[in-house]
């Protein structure tokens, strides 16, 4: 690094051994304004919701207004100097590289380290953020890196020049890279070549070591400086031969000079408004506005400024035009391009407290007009370009060391800036930090919370917000710890709901009652746990009746640990029992809970169920005399009609009202060897039956093994309605109010592709099972009727009314089953096969091999990625708050009706 510093003025000989090479920065932080270059750039494929995505190849104006504020926020001690000018992902991690090798991630809010990446070399370059949030940064060691910020192993590629990587890298309009190197190549970079020898497209020779970051004109002309006094334009289509546009010498022959040799360009350009003024500084000690659309050399000067010292600082422009650049002779200057030399020098202030210290930083310039600048003299400036002389500096801050990095401005005003003693600082207003590793961890009935302790805090503050997704707005947290604050870092929200989804936020509080921002949101789902399985009745078998005969349940009675009681399905084992068929006696067959999510079996408790099989007779068997229906039920499409009274197997008398004009009856038989049957029909387990207005009598006739009979009576009431109407449904559900999905509920309801439940409830949080969802989405597309059938291994656990839908779509080839043969139907879909699910209706071509944009990307299956992205890309899908796309998480009814209303809706807009 003296080596080059050997190429400043003379008179900084003395200087050498202490000073390091000038590096560019860039700098990117997230936020809900996007990011602009400037006119006179071509727009390059950064990350445009970041606050600053590039040190260079923009105009410097950044769109936050500065901290009124000096004070220190937070420091970070690295382990070498800092150089590099840090930026800021759109999620709020400040990246920056630092003389110890290492390119560090820290927390914009609390300065503690999220995680760092070591490279071979000092890293003086400043990081770049593009468009997919790859984190591109040079390194000492002659290489470029493209990280991934989100992975556990973060590189991605390493490009290898031959020399040092100190230049900051910028990003072209179709994500082309473009580096500079201390070999004297300008690189042009594939940062999507999917093997290594492919990723250079092009180099091109400028010559010394290339510390000047290229700026981007808006007709993709590269503009940069070289290590030989040269400053080029560049034509990055071209063939190599025709690759210069131009170049021109930028030394005004000063004797003494640099030595003998040409002094070089380290100072990055920048690019005025209409494109047709290129602004640049030099080691000669001035710094050229160039015109780029000149007729020949002797015309491209449009005027220079004789900055006495050398200028390696890179421009920033003012919304007024006025071009802000710092000296080696410790000044900034504030240059009006329009004006004559004489005049040219708006006001200048000089920041050297002996004639030793530069400017080498960068300025920024606010959205308020401030200018923020570095300077050797180990302070950063904050100043107002309209003031008075003396009122010029709002204020300063000092460090313990030069600044040579530039300064960014945060969304929330908070200024960063590195130093050479080896700290980050985060300058702005004093306020308590935010709590961070905040965790939830599900408990019974509960939810255990924990975080990093915070500094200086008196207490803490918990916020509780129960849905599906996190809050849209802050006002709807609810503070659980009113009365007193949390005085440890763990805390245990306890009378929670099983099943249901809870966010959680903390906030610390300062001894001055000043409380932190809102930590990340994490959210856990409680669970309860098994506690009782109730005891099945015997059931009695002629003997001779083989095991896959026998009317096993299909659900138990459960008592769970929170008080509440629910009937559970079973998998029975019918391969691990003493059950035989021949031998008269008493056996056990045992069955395993089918639990949803939130439900927990830490006993391992089982179904049980006694079979009795009764001896023969004079050589014969015991005929059943059991003519009771299992299972008696009136079902309206997906609405299941109430029975008055409720159903009971000895009960034989029934009443039922409906305004449908079709109905499906289905009656099971309680024994395997009795039949049912309706007008001398057998029914197999169910009958459609088309009703009269008024009543209609059915009559259901249970034959037994012995031959005995029951009939049973439903008296099912047509209620016609007074006229026709063709208004939407009432909705007068009693648990939807205020949930986050009402309104998709009610329209839903009135597309009538889903409906409540008897007791006037929706369950909008309850998980939907694989035949639920199928269902919907058949009604959803209006299909119609259809007539194919279903072949799955596990064909008995349908319920009648979706037997038809889940064959339309399995014939129209929406849903499938499993490698097994089964289709699972009363089993929770998961999000991702809900997604995978739409796509196919949608008729999409998901990329095989595409990749999504969320943060839980590696969670998500291979074969589902294409799918998941496509319904991204359309916002049928958004995900969580955290950018979480949660795949393997049963989706609710709420979730399920949502994504089929915005499938809908890309349907509507197709047509």
């Given at each position: 690094m003296c080596q080059r510093r050997k190429k400043i003025w003379i008179v900084w000989l003395a200087i050498c051994l202490g000073c390091v090479g000038v590096i560019p920065a860039s700098n990117v932080n997230a936020a809900e304004l996007l990011f602009e270059q400037g006119a006179g750039y071509e727009s390059g494929a950064y990350e445009r919701k970041a606050a600053q995505p590039t040190a260079f190849n923009w105009v410097r104006q950044s769109r936050f207004t500065?901290?009124?504020?000096?004070?220190?926020?937070?420091?970070?001690?690295?382990?070498?100097?800092?150089?590099?000018?840090?930026?800021?992902?759109?999620?709020?991690?400040?990246?920056?590289?630092?003389?110890?090798?290492?390119?560090?991630?820290?927390?914009?809010?609390?300065?503690?380290?999220?995680?760092?990446?070591?490279?071979?070399?000092?890293?003086?370059?400043?990081?770049?953020?593009?468009?997919?949030?790859?984190?591109?940064?040079?390194?000492?060691?002659?290489?470029?890196?493209?990280?991934?910020?989100?992975?556990?192993?973060?590189?991605?590629?390493?490009?290898?020049?031959?020399?040092?990587?100190?230049?900051?890298?910028?990003?072209?309009?179709?994500?082309?890279?473009?580096?500079?190197?201390?070999?004297?190549?300008?690189?042009?970079?594939?940062?999507?070549?999917?093997?290594?020898?492919?990723?250079?497209?092009?180099?091109?020779?400028?010559?010394?070591?290339?510390?000047?970051?290229?700026?981007?004109?808006?007709?993709?002309?590269?503009?940069?400086?070289?290590?030989?006094?040269?400053?080029?334009?560049?034509?990055?289509?071209?063939?190599?031969?025709?690759?210069?546009?131009?170049?021109?010498?930028?030394?005004?022959?000063?004797?003494?000079?640099?030595?003998?040799?040409?002094?070089?360009?380290?100072?990055?350009?920048?690019?005025g408004a209409d494109g047709r003024t290129i602004y640049v500084g030099s080691d000669d000690g001035f710094v050229y506005a160039l015109d780029p659309n000149a007729s020949d050399d002797n015309n491209r000067v449009k005027w220079s400024f004789d900055a006495w010292g050398s200028v390696l600082s890179s421009p920033a422009i003012g919304d007024d035009g006025t071009v802000y650049i710092g000296s080696y002779d410790g000044a900034l200057y504030a240059l009006d391009p329009d004006a004559d030399d004489e005049h040219r020098v708006k006001w200048s202030l000089n920041t050297a407290t002996n004639p030793w210290i530069p400017i080498i930083s960068s300025p920024v310039v606010g959205a308020g007009g401030i200018v923020y600048i570095g300077s050797g003299n180990k302070k950063l400036y904050a100043l107002d370009p309209y003031a008075s002389d003396d009122d010029r500096v709002k204020w300063s801050f000092a460090t313990a060391g030069e600044i040579y990095s530039s300064p960014v401005i945060g969304p929330d005003g908070t200024i960063y800036i590195g130093s050479y003693d080896k700290r980050l600082y985060a300058i702005g207003t004093r306020s308590i930090l935010v709590p961070d590793e905040v965790a939830a961890v599900a408990d019974e009935s509960a939810v255990k919370l924990a975080w990093s302790d915070v500094y200086g805090a008196a207490g803490y503050k918990l916020y509780q917000y129960e849905g599906t997704e996190a809050p849209e707005s802050r006002n709807e947290w609810t503070l659980v710890n009113d009365?007193?604050?949390?005085?440890?870092?763990?805390?245990?929200?306890?009378?929670?709901?099983?099943?249901?989804?809870?966010?959680?936020?903390?906030?610390?509080?300062?001894?001055?009652?000043?409380?932190?921002?809102?930590?990340?949101?994490?959210?856990?789902?409680?669970?309860?746990?098994?506690?009782?399985?109730?005891?099945?009745?015997?059931?009695?078998?002629?003997?001779?009746?083989?095991?896959?005969?026998?009317?096993?349940?299909?659900?138990?009675?459960?008592?769970?640990?929170?008080?509440?009681?629910?009937?559970?399905?079973?998998?029975?084992?019918?391969?691990?029992?003493?059950?035989?068929?021949?031998?008269?006696?008493?056996?056990?067959?045992?069955?395993?809970?089918?639990?949803?999510?939130?439900?927990?079996?830490?006993?391992?408790?089982?179904?049980?169920?006694?079979?009795?099989?009764?001896?023969?007779?004079?050589?014969?068997?015991?005929?059943?005399?059991?003519?009771?229906?299992?299972?008696?039920?009136?079902?309206?499409?997906?609405?299941?009609?109430?029975?008055?009274?409720?159903?009971?197997?000895?009960?034989?008398?029934?009443?039922?009202?409906?305004?449908?004009?079709?109905?499906?009856?289905?009656?099971?038989?309680?024994?395997?060897?009795?039949?049912?049957?309706?007008?001398?029909?057998?029914?197999?387990?169910?009958?459609?039956?088309?009703?009269?207005?008024?009543?209609?009598?059915?009559?259901?006739?249970?034959?037994?093994?012995?031959?005995?009979?029951?009939?049973?009576?439903?008296?099912?009431?047509?209620?016609?309605?007074?006229?026709?109407?063709?208004?939407?449904?009432?909705?007068?559900?009693?648990?939807?109010?205020?949930?986050?999905?009402?309104?998709?509920?009610?329209?839903?309801?009135?597309?009538?592709?889903?409906?409540?439940?008897?007791?006037?409830?929706?369950?909008?949080?309850?998980?939907?099972?694989?035949?639920?969802?199928?269902?919907?989405?058949?009604?959803?597309?209006?299909?119609?009727?259809?007539?194919?059938?279903?072949?799955?291994?596990?064909?008995?656990?349908?319920?009648?009314?979706?037997?038809?839908?889940?064959?339309?779509?399995?014939?129209?080839?929406?849903?499938?089953?499993?490698?097994d043969g089964s289709f699972r139907p009363n089993m929770p879909i998961t999000r991702v096969e809900m997604a995978v699910i739409i796509a196919r209706a949608l008729k999409m071509q998901p990329n095989a091999y595409g990749t999504t944009g969320f943060a839980d990307n590696e969670e998500i299956p291979k074969w589902a990625k294409g799918a998941v992205e496509d319904l991204r890309k359309l916002e049928i899908i958004r995900g969580y708050s955290n950018n979480k796309f949660v795949p393997g998480k049963p989706a609710t009814r709420a979730e399920a009706i949502v994504m089929l209303l915005r499938m809908l809706d890309v349907l509507d807009q197709k047509i």
């Open positions: 500065g901290s009124t504020d000096s004070e220190e926020k937070w420091t970070f001690a690295a382990e070498g100097s800092i150089y590099s000018t840090p930026a800021i992902g759109t999620d709020g991690t400040l990246y920056v590289g630092s003389y110890d090798g290492k390119l560090y991630a820290i927390d914009s809010r609390t300065g503690r380290l999220k995680w760092s990446f070591v490279t071979e070399g000092a890293i003086a370059s400043s990081p770049a953020i593009g468009a997919d949030g790859t984190i591109y940064v040079g390194s000492g060691d002659g290489r470029l890196y493209a990280l991934d910020p989100n992975a556990e192993h973060k590189q991605i590629w390493a490009f290898e020049t031959g020399d040092s990587v100190h230049a900051s890298p910028v990003i072209g309009g179709d994500g082309t890279i473009y580096i500079g190197s201390y070999d004297g190549n300008l690189y042009a970079l594939d940062p999507y070549a999917t093997v290594d020898n492919e990723r250079e497209i092009w180099s091109y020779e400028i010559g010394g070591e290339i510390d000047s970051s290229p700026a981007i004109g808006h007709d993709g002309t590269i503009y940069v400086g070289s290590g030989i006094g040269m400053f080029y334009a560049l034509d990055p289509h071209a063939d190599d031969d025709q690759r210069e546009k131009w170049s021109i010498e930028l030394n005004m022959g000063y004797d003494g000079l640099c030595w003998d040799d040409l002094c070089p360009v380290y100072s990055s350009p920048a690019i009365d007193e604050l949390i005085a440890e870092t763990e805390y245990m929200a306890k009378n929670l709901k099983a099943g249901q989804i809870y966010w959680f936020a903390i906030k610390a509080v300062g001894t001055e009652e000043i409380e932190s921002e809102f930590s990340d949101y994490v959210s856990a789902m409680p669970y309860t746990n098994v506690a009782k399985v109730d005891e099945l009745a015997r059931l009695q078998v002629a003997k001779g009746t083989k095991l896959d005969k026998l009317t096993l349940p299909e659900e138990v009675n459960a008592q769970l640990s929170d008080g509440s009681a629910i009937k559970l399905p079973v998998s029975w084992d019918l391969v691990n029992t003493d059950y035989n068929f021949a031998q008269a006696g008493t056996y056990k067959i045992t069955g395993e809970l089918q639990l949803s999510a939130h439900i927990r079996n830490p006993g391992i408790l089982n179904a049980e169920l006694t079979v009795i099989v009764l001896p023969g007779i004079n050589g014969g068997w015991y005929l059943s005399n059991n003519a009771n229906l299992k299972t008696l039920e009136i079902w309206t499409e997906d609405n299941l009609i109430p029975l008055t009274p409720s159903f009971m197997g000895d009960t034989l008398s029934y009443t039922a009202k409906t305004a449908a004009d079709l109905i499906e009856v289905t009656a099971i038989a309680d024994h395997p060897a009795a039949k049912v049957t309706w007008n001398e029909q057998v029914l197999a387990d169910s009958i459609q039956v088309d009703l009269q207005e008024g009543a209609n009598d059915i009559s259901l006739i249970v034959q037994a093994e012995d031959g005995s009979r029951k009939t049973y009576k439903l008296y099912v009431e047509r209620q016609m309605p007074e006229q026709e109407k063709h208004e939407p449904p009432v909705i007068s559900f009693t648990d939807i109010a205020g949930h986050w999905s009402e309104a998709y509920i009610k329209r839903a309801i009135a597309k009538s592709f889903v409906s409540g439940y008897p007791d006037k409830t929706f369950l909008p949080d309850r998980p939907v099972t694989r035949a639920e969802f199928t269902v919907m989405l058949v009604k959803a597309l209006n299909l119609g009727e259809g007539s194919a059938n279903l072949s799955f291994t596990d064909y008995e656990q349908f319920g009648a009314w979706a037997k038809q839908a889940v064959a339309q779509a399995v014939q129209a080839g929406f849903v499938q089953g499993y490698a």
